[in-house]
């Protein structure tokens, strides 16, 4: 099976910022893009950035210039840094990976649980 389990998620106040890891575990054979959503109450689940095998990167325009997306290929991990944080960033913030299992020929697609992000007084 594999998992995905975030971390790093929490309270902040409007310009600080937080650092989300998402670490894919498993029995994993190659990982292709791997990014972050976010839901926030009463809204659809949207892309906030992504990150190709090759780390090209792409982010909702929203978020450029202050957030970042890298991973971590040797520890199968995304990351997320988050600065500047603004109170429209609170929401819950969900992984996903795009993945090959090594018990299967194609990919898919996984979800990691979510972690909330509150950026508040």
């Known amino acids: 099976q594999v998992q995905l389990v975030e971390s790093g998620g929490g309270l902040v106040q409007p310009g600080g910022s937080l650092r989300l890891s998402c670490i894919a575990s498993?029995?994993?054979?190659?990982?292709?893009?791997l990014g972050w959503y976010r839901q926030a109450p009463g809204k659809e689940r949207d892309l906030v950035a992504m990150i190709t095998s090759s780390s090209t990167t792409n982010y909702a325009e929203s978020v450029k210039e202050r957030f970042t997306i890298s991973r971590d290929n040797a520890k199968n991990t995304v990351y997320l840094q988050m600065n500047r944080l603004k109170p429209e960033d609170t929401a819950v913030y969900y992984c996903?990976?795009?993945?090959?299992?090594?018990?299967?020929?194609?990919?898919?697609?996984?979800w990691g649980q979510g972690t909330q992000v509150t950026v508040s007084d």
């Open positions: 996903y990976a795009n993945l090959r299992p090594k018990y299967l020929v194609t990919s898919q697609t996984y």
């Open positions: 498993g029995r994993i054979g190659n990982i292709n893009d």
